[in-house]
């Protein structure tokens, strides 16, 4: 599994995504990246290829994973301001008791959060009203900050639904 990232510096995520992933795609396999296509619940997958990826971008960076198995990125910056309300709605009761346990709760719901956008960029589910089923916790060990984000990869059989 190979992860790249990049700042936006002006640029669409979408231009710095495609780029990366083309970037990895290569050093990976020599060859251009085939052709991408989206799944009818929004995941995006190669054509013609056995290798899998995700993206994920902020406001300042861009953030790619390729890897031989289903993989799901996600990244915030640290310094985002979220709204506390939210931890009612997306988080299941175990999360919601570590998340009442956390001395920062701003950025153990920032955390929780990438888990979760991980998770569903993952199994390819979409993000479909409040994703409320999970059992993270805000310590995982597969979040990485990185240049002022969290980023969470997940893999598969690294999580399950």
Known sequence: MQIKWERLDGRSGHEVGRALLAQ????????????????????????????HFSISHTKKHVFCVLSSHPVGIDAEEKDRKVHLQLADKILSPSEQARYEAAPDKSQALLRLWVLKEAAVKLTGEGLCGYPNHTNFSPDDPRIQEIDGCYVAVLKENDYAL
Do not use: H, M, Q, W
């Not at 990976?28 to 991408?36: H, I, K, L, N, R």
């Not at 190669?46 to 290798?51: A, I, K, Q, T, V």
């Open 24 to 51: 990895l795609y290569k050093e990976e396999t020599g060859a251009d990246c085939p052709p991408v296509l989206i799944a009818p619940r929004g995941k995006p997958y190669f054509e013609s290829s056995n290798l």
